[in-house]
């Protein structure tokens, strides 16, 4: 697709990428259902650009983390199943229902508005119960299942569809001991439910990480979200990989960020650029200044450190990261001019810089390098 030259930064989302990390991941899968897990604006490749290409890949869940994000896709005309993943605000119930919208549950509260809500469209609600495992983040401990199960009982509405849990440090370390505590306590509370005589249709735990390295975690269905947009969870989980003999899923990066030279300036040997004058020139210096900033969700702890591409070279970033600039020594780059495309995540010629690298660089994870680029700016399938 041709980029609409009227644009001074975009985010580019490669269809042909997520299309071969979709088939990946299905190998890997075999018969287990992949939920395509867009929360975060489809961590920050936008929600329903990825939700038309997962569509399109024959994903039929989609994993969400409020009520907006599924009235979103709903909206827009998807019909596949929607489970909200987050917290649902108790007054949120009608919509949920109304919409057709899965949610994990872990509070008797929630279970209450959510029959009621049914009770009154003289519908069912549908929800996937969250089990404690070890993450200590969302869930029901494993001990308190009888006094939940009880209370559901007496809600002929609500549908258990599913039981659900999730890793705490399946992408931290090459150690699997305590991965493998937390399948086990799933694995109990299942068992559990098979002793009350109920079999749960959608059992699910497994993450990006589970999936390339956990087969036995797979269950009825794997929500994968950092993995379909060419990310690998973690070093760790790539070297986990290979200790075990698997062959690593071979994924390509989806999402490109590029943006527009806004001026050319020539400034003086011992000049000072940007706030706070942290950088001063050694030499004549000629400099690119750049429409992005903090604002757009390019750290500003990459002041002075990062780099983007320019003709396909490499233009140290000089000076602080501003709300809405960055400035680049374009010096050892010849004819560069006004509105010269930039590349501050993807390739430009034998040149690329990853999410991963800016990470590095900023102390943090790719997932917080991506989902933090601004909504705002436009997502454009090429």
Not at 79 to 85: S, T
Not at 91 to 106: F, G
Not at 231 to 247: A, F, N
Not at 317 to 328: D, H, K, L, P, T
């Amino acid at each position: 697709m041709k980029i609409d030259e009227s644009l001074v930064q975009w985010v580019e989302i490669d269809s042909q990428a997520f299309r071969h990390n979709v088939q990946e991941f299905k190998k890997r899968l075999g018969r287990t259902e992949l939920m395509a897990v867009i929360k975060a604006n489809a961590y920050g490749h936008g929600l329903l650009v990825i939700a038309r290409l997962a569509k399109e890949a024959g994903i039929r869940w989609f994993g969400v983390n409020n009520v907006e994000e599924g009235l979103a896709l709903r909206q827009a005309g998807f019909d596949q199943a929607i489970l909200i993943l987050g917290y649902v605000p108790l007054s949120q119930a009608e919509a949920v229902v109304h919409y057709d919208l899965r949610t994990v549950v872990y509070n008797l509260e929630n279970l209450k508005v959510l029959a009621r809500a049914a009770r009154q469209q003289k519908k069912k609600a549908f929800v996937h119960l969250k089990i404690e495992t070890g993450t200590n983040r969302q869930g029901i401990p494993i001990k308190k299942l009888g006094i939940i199960f009880r209370e559901i009982k007496k809600l002929p509405e609500i549908v258990v569809e599913g039981l659900s849990s999730h890793f705490a440090n399946i992408e931290d370390t090459t150690d699997d001991v305590y991965p493998r505590y937390q399948l086990n306590n799933f694995l109990e509370a299942i068992n559990w439910f098979k002793r009350q005589g109920v079999e749960i249709p959608v059992k699910h735990m497994s993450c990006t990480a589970a999936a390339m390295l956990f087969p036995e975690t797979h269950f009825d269905l794997v929500r994968v979200g950092i993995g379909l947009y060419g990310l690998w969870p973690s070093r760790e989980t790539l070297v986990s990989c290979r200790m075990r003999g698997q062959e690593p899923l071979k994924l390509k990066p989806v999402l490109s960020w590029r943006a527009k030279v806004a001026q050319v300036k020539s400034i003086a040997r011992g000049a000072c650029i940007g706030y706070g004058c942290t950088y001063r020139t050694t030499r004549p210096t000629k400099l690119a200044v750049i429409p992005v900033g903090y604002y757009d969700g390019y750290d500003r702890s990459l002041s002075n450190s990062a780099y983007v591409l320019i003709r396909g070279k490499r233009a140290q970033i000089r000076g602080r990261v501003c709300m809405n600039f960055i400035m680049a020594d374009i010096t050892d780059i010849p004819g560069v001019k006004l509105e010269d495309r930039v590349t501050l995540i993807g390739t430009d010629g034998k040149e690329k810089i990853t999410a991963d690298q800016l990470a590095s660089l900023a102390g943090t994870i790719s997932y917080e390098i991506v989902t933090r680029i601004n909504p705002l700016i436009p997502r454009v399938i090429v």
